[in-house]
């Protein structure tokens, strides 16, 4: 079974919709990110957080919402979809050491179509 | 400028070549480098971590260049499993990572 899930792997919706996509991760990791990903660009982060209580806007975060129910979840929402926000999109969790070494694990990706 | 460029490819190389690309970084004050592997469309993969000493992982050498301000990979020996996209990514602070766009490898039989 895979350490970090995201549900659902794709998705198309229209322009307006809410859409709601969500990670769940086995892994133990307190620290957790959403990112998306667009041909030709690097992975983008939207939002993450570092415990239950903890939340923060990455450099996209317009547009998106999060919650963090659990240390195990973290749920990304797209409150009125756009068709611009069409793009692939990951989950990620880490592994954080004090050397500074921040391994990322992601989940298996959603791709999200707007229409 | 963005944060970290890297030459998007493709490498096309035969089975048993070595194939060596750079990634270039902006700030200065970054911490810590990593090359990821992502085959198409699916999630990244931690390959290495960098370090300053340079480190190698069976055919694969990472070297970090501070001066310069880039990290390099370098493939030895390219398997056809090696045909992927490698993403840079720079620890810039304590949550920011920046990735690269990558760098596409495509091995040929």
């Known amino acids: 079974d895979a350490d970090v899930t995201q549900t659902p792997r794709n998705r198309i919706t229209k322009t307006g919709k809410r859409i709601m996509l969500e990670c769940s991760q086995t892994?133990?990791?307190?620290?957790m990110y959403w990112y998306r990903q667009d041909p030709g660009l690097g992975l983008r982060l939207i939002y993450y957080?570092?415990?239950?209580?903890?939340?923060n806007k990455g450099e996209i975060s317009d547009g998106y919402s999060v919650s963090r129910q659990a240390q195990a979840k973290f749920s990304l929402s797209l409150e009125s979809a756009i068709p611009n926000q069409t793009a692939l999109y990951f989950c990620?969790?880490?592994?954080?050491?004090?050397?500074?070494?921040?391994?990322?694990?992601f989940g298996s990706g959603t791709q999200l179509s707007v229409l | 400028r963005k944060e970290v460029e890297q030459d998007p490819g493709p490498f096309n190389v035969p089975e048993g070549a070595t194939v060596a690309f750079n990634c270039t970084y902006s700030n200065s004050a970054s911490q810590s480098f990593f090359w990821y592997r992502q085959d198409c469309r699916k999630e990244p993969k931690l390959l290495m971590s960098?370090?300053?000493s340079g480190n190698e992982d069976g055919r694969f050498t990472a070297q970090l260049n501070r001066a310069s301000q880039y990290i390099s990979l370098l493939i030895r020996d390219s398997k056809l499993s090696d045909s992927a996209t490698y993403l840079c990514?720079?620890?810039?602070?304590?949550?920011?990572?920046?990735f690269g766009a990558g760098t596409t490898v495509t091995v040929r039989a």
């Open positions: 990620a969790t880490s592994d954080f050491s004090q050397d500074g070494n921040e391994k990322l694990f």
């Open positions: 990514v720079v620890h810039v602070q304590d949550y920011k990572l920046s």
């Open positions: 957080s570092f415990d239950v209580k903890d939340i």
């Open positions: 892994k133990g990791h307190d620290r």
């Open positions: 960098v370090y300053s």
